[in-house]
């Protein structure tokens, strides 16, 4: 594939690999238990697909017929669909054995009501849409949409990545991914609000409007408002800025939580009892996170590190694994694979 690099395109084909295996061995009727009590999903993007040469999001983006068979995997599975924030209180009754499933979405993309939001009502399935206020207020960039806006549309990049000026052959979909993949790595390794800053205008002179893409991709008020008139629909916190919060202070980290938890409520007239650690891997989400998430009163956040729902959710439920529905694994057989945990065992 043009648009990955070959390291993870040797990746994406072992995992391919090993979920065709669960899905057409058999083996999730071997080992049951592996599924554990259900699953919540993780999802960014919901649109047709565009069919683009060139996009190193593309893991971002899933298309609507592809959650629709997502669905129906989990209905034909025999779990029942709930909100993410009600997974705790389900988990501790002790005479419900159900298995579940909770579809969330991250960033408040505008597809999620124009394409998620139809095929979730034409399940009766509940989804909860995690909300960044930076994004809803056009004040904070998606630096992962930046980065791919300018390296699509340059065949030759200059910046500093600390280091010196350092000129980026951007011709090939091959030096594009690279390129991406550096600015990526560079707003990982230093402050992020500053990386954000500086890519920010980097793009500024090469004529990208980095807020005019947040505006152009994510929901603002007055959306977010329509959309709460959905019974379906709930809606969580996702920080203000979109920060790695395992790299701010002990008081931003505070601000973060509370104050994107009262931006939330203002926009939709309720109080999230839900969170998103934005990014939600290892290095993001640790202990004083983990921590600060359930004195901030929410009942559940979740990360993004994979897993089924076990007893942990319930003895930790500010610490929730979620599973990618990943735009690389659009088949339902593979949806289906995940819902019997064998892959978290596997792979």
Known sequence: MPDISAKQTLKYAIIRGALDLIAFSGARRIWPAAAGRGVVFTLHHVRPDVGKGYD?????????????????????????????????????????????????????????????????????????????????????????????????????????????????ETKTAGQKRRAYDRFAAFIEAVDEDMAVARLDDLARRLCIDP???????????DELRELAKDKLARFGAHTLTHVNLS???????????????????KYVGRH??????????????????????????????????????????LRRPTAIGRVSLNGHFQKKRY????????AFKLI
């Not at 029942?80 to 002790?94: F, G, Y």
């Not at 790299?247 to 939330?264: C, F, I, T």
């Not at 949806?335 to 064998?342: D, F, K, R, W």
């Open 272 to 313: 999230p009892k839900a969170f998103a650690y934005p990014y939600g891997f290892a290095a993001a989400v640790g202990e004083r996170e983990i921590e600060a998430a359930a004195r901030a009163g929410f009942s559940v956040a979740v990360t993004t590190q994979p897993g089924v729902l076990s007893e942990n959710a």
């Open 211 to 221: 807020l005019a893409i947040t505006a152009a991709l994510t929901m603002d008020a």
């Open 56 to 168: 190193p999001n593309a893991l971002l983006s899933v298309t609507p017929e592809f959650l629709d068979a997502a669905i129906q995997a989990s209905l034909e599975a025999g779990l029942t669909p709930v909100a993410v924030e009600d997974i705790p209180r389900l988990l501790a009754d002790p005479q419900d054995e159900r298995r579940f499933v909770s579809f969330t979405l991250d960033d408040g993309y505008r597809n999620n009501a124009e394409y998620a939001a139809p095929v979730f009502r034409k399940h009766g399935v509940p989804y909860t849409i995690f909300i960044t206020a930076g994004f809803v207020e056009r004040t904070r960039s998606l630096w992962w949409e930046t980065a791919a806006a300018l390296t699509a549309s340059e065949d030759r990049i200059t910046f500093d990545f600390g280091v010196g000026t350092e000129t980026l």
């Open 335 to 342: 949806v289906t694979a995940l819902l019997s945990g064998l």
């Open 247 to 265: 790299r701010v202070s002990e008081k931003r980290l505070g601000e973060e939580l509370r104050l994107s938890a009262e931006a939330v409520e």
